[in-house]
């Protein structure tokens, strides 16, 4: 019995060491998206700065101090990049009504339109990646990025 324990396990360590070796490709990919996302919005556009930008688009308006928690960024970096994005005309700006303290940040139409773009780009890749699985795999595939996520 002891041996038969060894071998799952020794299967379960391979299996983890693959997969993990499979997000660490991921996540370099998703870096190199990002850089590339990025220069279509705007030449100057930074990644972390594409990243706030559609997190900014998605949520509809919201503020540096929730990007900074959202992203567990300083905010001092997410001031930088708030700056930025303004600067290029990507987002706007304006006093929050509830608390004089903060900016409330909405992306522009033209940063929406551009976002769409890239993420209807993005959609297209995605599903000629894994145009071979069943409906039925792709939902396993999501539980398990979900499970990862809230790990």
């Known amino acids: 019995m002891v041996a038969a324990d060894t071998v799952e396990s020794t299967e379960v360590d391979d299996a ?3 997969f993990q070796g499979h997000l660490n490709l ?4 998703a870096r190199s998206l990002w850089k590339e996302s990025a220069a279509r919005i705007h030449p100057e556009l930074q990644p972390a700065g594409y990243k706030l930008l559609a997190s900014i688009a998605r949520a509809g308006s919201t ?13 001092s970096v997410v001031s930088r990049q708030v700056r930025m994005l303004e600067d290029l005309d990507l987002i706007e700006s304006r006093p929050d009504e509830n608390d004089g303290r903060l900016r409330v940040l909405t992306a522009t139409p033209a940063a929406c339109a551009a976002l769409a773009d890239v993420r209807g780009d993005h959609a297209q890749r995605l599903r000629a990646s894994i145009t071979g699985l069943s409906p039925t795999e792709i939902r396993t595939a999501s539980k ?3 499970l990862l996520a809230e790990a």
């Open 16 to 18: 983890l060491a693959d």
């Open 26 to 29: 991921i996540f370099t990919k």
């Open 63 to 75: 503020n540096a101090h929730q990007l900074a928690e959202l992203f567990e960024m300083d905010k």
């Open 144 to 146: 398990v990025f979900r």
